[in-house]
């Protein structure tokens, strides 16, 4: 059974930072894209930063210079580093793998999903 687990969410000041991480187990995704996503209440959920099997990446505009998305295959893990985090970065942030489509930034091309972690940013 494949499962992707987040953690590292919480309470930061407005200009902190933290590392968020996923952890993959059931399947090996060394040869998939994996993804960060995140959803504010009332909102819908919305790219954040992507990176292939081969280390590219991509990012939302909202987010370019200041969150960073990295991976480490043999761990089965993907990160990402939010740093200069904003109140308008608050959100349950998702992990998600194995897109089925080249639209790495569409929800509804991932197969597996985390269940999330809660990312406050406090002004």
């Known amino acids: 059974q494949v499962q992707l687990v987040e953690s590292g969410g919480g309470l930061v000041q407005a200009g902190g930072s933290l590392r968020l991480s996923c952890v993959a187990s059931g399947r090996t995704f060394s040869n998939s894209a994996m993804a960060w996503f995140r959803q504010a209440p009332g909102k819908e959920r919305e790219f954040v930063a992507a990176?292939?099997?081969?280390?590219?990446?991509s990012s939302a505009d909202s987010v370019k210079g200041r969150f960073t998305i990295s991976r480490d295959n043999p761990k089965n893990m993907v990160y990402l580093q939010m740093n200069s985090l904003k109140p308008e970065d608050t959100a349950v942030y998702y992990c998600a793998a194995d897109p089925t489509t080249w639209d790495l930034t569409s929800p509804r091309a991932y197969r597996f999903w985390g269940q999330g972690t809660q990312v406050t940013v406090s002004s």
């Open positions: 990176i292939r099997w081969s280390g590219s990446t």
